[in-house]
């Protein structure tokens, strides 16, 4: 199962808003959960499933959000290898 870690989300974010905006990205690949990472609540964090996506399909959308300006926050993303 590939994962993808998004940080800096804007505060509120729902999960099915986080997965309809990382679909316009990655059609190929579905998301099918959605698990929030603690911190202090100023940069909100998600861990991503994908488990029918390949690597190179991570690295592609890894690439494509990282420093992206959505809602009033620049992205930082990071494939995972688990």
């Known amino acids: 199962m590939q994962k993808l870690w998004i940080a800096n989300l804007p505060p509120g974010?729902?999960?099915d808003?986080?997965?309809a905006?990382?679909?316009k990205y990655a059609p190929v690949?579905?998301?099918?959960?959605v698990e929030r990472v603690e911190g202090d609540g100023?940069?909100?964090?998600?861990?991503l499933s994908?488990?029918?996506a390949?690597?190179?399909t991570m690295g592609m959308l890894e690439q494509r959000l990282n420093g992206m300006f959505w809602n009033g926050r620049a992205l930082i993303c990071s494939a995972?290898?688990?």
């Open 54 to 56: 390949t690597f190179g």
């Open 21 to 23: 905006f990382v679909a």
């Open 29 to 33: 690949a579905e998301c099918t959960h």
């Open 50 to 52: 994908f488990p029918a």
């Open 80 to 82: 995972m290898v688990r």
């Open 42 to 47: 100023s940069r909100p964090g998600a861990i």
């Open 13 to 15: 974010t729902s999960d």
């Open 17 to 19: 808003d986080l997965k």
